[in-house]
T-cell receptor, first 111, second 114 residues
Framework: QKEVEQNSGPLSVPEGAIASLNCTYS??????FFWYRQYSGKSPELIMF????GDKEDGRFTAQLNKASQYVSLLIRDSQPSDSATYLC???????????FGQGTRLTINP | EPEVTQTPSHQVTQMGQEVILRCVPI?????FYWYRQILGQKVEFLVS????????KSEIFDDQFSVERPDGSNFTLKIRSTKLEDSAMYFC????????????FGEGSRLTVL
């Protein structure tokens, strides 16, 4: 069973601070890693993806991947109240087309 | 910006009735998916579809479920005889040919089975 694990939270961060979201996955054959944002009652919205070890930056967002530790994280700099949402980690395993999702981490940014 | 569209946005049905959920994927995408999310739970994979056939399906996708791409644009999910536990948000998603495989989701169809 290929698992993707996230702390369900809630994670509370003051406005302007850095929010750090973490995800672990069970299968070393994993190929690509995705972070989605989901507002309550809405569909998942792709934030960014990463497939090489190291950091990938896109605006206020940085994804970090460590394949040896089977760990992927998302940093949100200068957090805004509009960043309050559930953040879903998803993994694409080698040979598969589907994404496997974690249960999501609920993030609240406090003004 | 291209988007995945789904209809209906909300459907209420009686247990045992058939339901068809419809999706129009992004036009140049080749991979199509259905996921579901029961309230408060994770997004769960149901089925993937490529080259006019199912490429992968989960244990949830039993004989009560079927998918079809009846023409060049629509992608449908049929539930033959709905059960109370089928109540969920159903998301359609599509992906292009690129190796990284990012999925783009529609807004979802909320199914309520009474």
């Amino acid at each position: 069973q290929k698992e993707v694990e996230q702390n369900s939270g809630p994670l509370s961060v003051p406005e302007g601070a850095i929010a750090s979201l973490n995800c672990t996955y069970s299968d070393r054959g994993s190929q690509s890693f995705f972070w989605y944002r989901q507002y309550s009652g809405k569909s998942p919205e792709l934030i960014m993806f990463i497939y090489s070890n190291g950091d990938k930056e896109d605006g206020r967002f940085t994804a970090q991947l460590n394949k040896a530790s089977q760990y992927v994280s998302l940093l949100i700099r200068d957090s805004q109240p509009s960043d309050s949402a559930t953040y879903l980690c998803a993994v694409k395993y080698q040979g598969a087309q589907k994404l496997v999702f974690g249960q999501g981490t609920r993030l609240t940014i406090n003004p | 910006e291209p988007e995945v569209t789904q209809t209906p946005s909300h459907q209420v049905t009686q247990m045992g009735q058939e339901v068809i959920l419809r999706c129009v994927p992004i036009s140049n995408h080749l991979y199509f998916y259905w996921y579901r999310q029961i309230l408060g739970q994770k997004v769960e994979f149901l089925v993937s579809f490529y080259n006019n056939e199912i490429s992968e399906k989960s244990e949830i996708f039993d004989d009560q479920f079927s998918v079809e791409r009846p023409d060049g644009s629509n992608f449908t999910l049929k539930i033959r005889s709905t059960k109370l536990e089928d109540s969920a948000m159903y998301f359609c998603a599509s992906a292009g040919q690129g190796a990284t495989g990012e999925l783009f989701f529609g807004e979802g169809s909320r199914l309520t089975v009474l």
